[in-house]
């Protein structure tokens, strides 16, 4: 199923953090191949997007939030 675009990144980054631990204990090659296409789309992923683009993001929203 995928995530609910609301929280799509905080349910991801819950599934990476636990597959975070068992690369090394691949017992597949199904999950073989799998960890391998995770990593290869991860390694895209930090190529591609401007942490300091998103850090920024992340500043702007936070100071928009209402007060509590």
Do not use: H, K
């Amino acid at each position: 199923m995928r995530n609910m675009a609301y929280c799509r990144f905080e349910n991801t980054l819950a599934s990476l953090e636990e597959c975070q631990d068992f690369f090394s204990g691949v017992q597949s090659v199904d999950e073989a191949q799998a960890a391998v296409d995770l990593y290869r789309l991860c390694a895209t992923i930090v190529e591609s997007v401007n942490l300091l683009e998103l850090e920024e993001r992340l500043e702007t929203l936070t100071r928009q939030q209402p007060d509590e």
